[in-house]
């Protein structure tokens, strides 16, 4: 399965990533995570990544692309992969599907998670990130155990800079203007799915392998 998850930040794309990659088996490639992994151990990548993420803006597609064509072309990719924050703009969408036709592997679907614009910004600036295991909890919706701590490792938790509300409206205004014209793209193609991405993770996960078992 060849799968690339699309919706506004706040849609649950990184969860529900996690899931549907453990379902079909396949590796979750998240570009964010990537960045954010760079970040962390201060690499070349990293430094010139940090500013424009926490300005909320993209990163220019030349760093984007050429980081993301690395990896799709690592060996682990047989039984496919989810492509989750990847493409965000038409442009990257052409390169992805010039890199992919490259090697003779369209992408099968494009789950596209949609959401109410008024649940967005609850959302994200109730989430919070353990800064040891990256797993992502929320304030309201999934409360770690002790404020601030991470069930799953004890690390810390924290709040993206980009989730903070001043932030969380510029990448709003970026995925309007940037990353949207993408859903008509992949519906010109004929890829796009779209599910509606309210209710609990659960359900959500269960709608998007009944409409990926209609193309797959
Ligand atoms: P995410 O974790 O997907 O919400 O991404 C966080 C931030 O990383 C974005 O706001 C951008 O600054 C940067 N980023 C992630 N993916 C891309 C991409 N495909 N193109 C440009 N910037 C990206």
């Keep these: 399965m060849r799968l690339v ?3 506004p930040p706040g849609a649950g794309k990184g969860t529900q990533a996690q899931f549907l990659a453990a379902h079909y088996s ?8 990537i960045m954010r992994v760079n970040i962390k151990q201060g690499t070349a990548l990293g430094r010139e990544v940090k500013s424009y993420m926490d300005r909320g803006e993209l990163v220019p597609d030349t760093v984007t692309n050429e980081m993301v064509r690395l990896r799709l072309n690592e060996g682990d990719l047989g039984n ?3 492509l989750d924050g990847f493409p965000r703009n038409v442009g990257q969408a052409e390169v992805l599907r010039a890199i992919l036709s490259e090697k003779k592997s369209p992408l099968d679907a494009v789950l596209e998670l949609s959401i109410p614009a008024d649940e967005i910004v609850k959302r994200l600036s109730g989430r919070r990130t353990c800064r040891n295991c990256g797993k992502v909890w929320h304030v309201a919706f999934e409360p770690s155990a002790v ?3 991470c069930d799953v490792c004890q690390g810390e938790l924290y709040q993206r ?6 932030v969380i409206t510029r ?8 990353t949207s014209p993408i859903v008509s793209f992949y519906r010109n193609e004929g890829l796009l799915i779209t ?3 309210s209710g609990t993770v659960a359900d959500i996960t269960e709608r998007a ?4 078992s209609r193309v797959h």
């Design 5 to 7: 998850l699309v919706g």
């Design 80 to 82: 496919g992969f989810l």
């Design 195 to 197: 599910i509606s991405a």
């Design 147 to 149: 404020a601030d701590v």
């Design 26 to 33: 396949i590796p979750h490639i998240s570009t964010g995570d």
């Design 161 to 166: 800079e980009d989730d903070k509300e001043e």
């Design 171 to 178: 990448r709003l205004e970026v995925f309007k203007e940037q």
């Design 209 to 212: 392998i009944s409409a990926l």
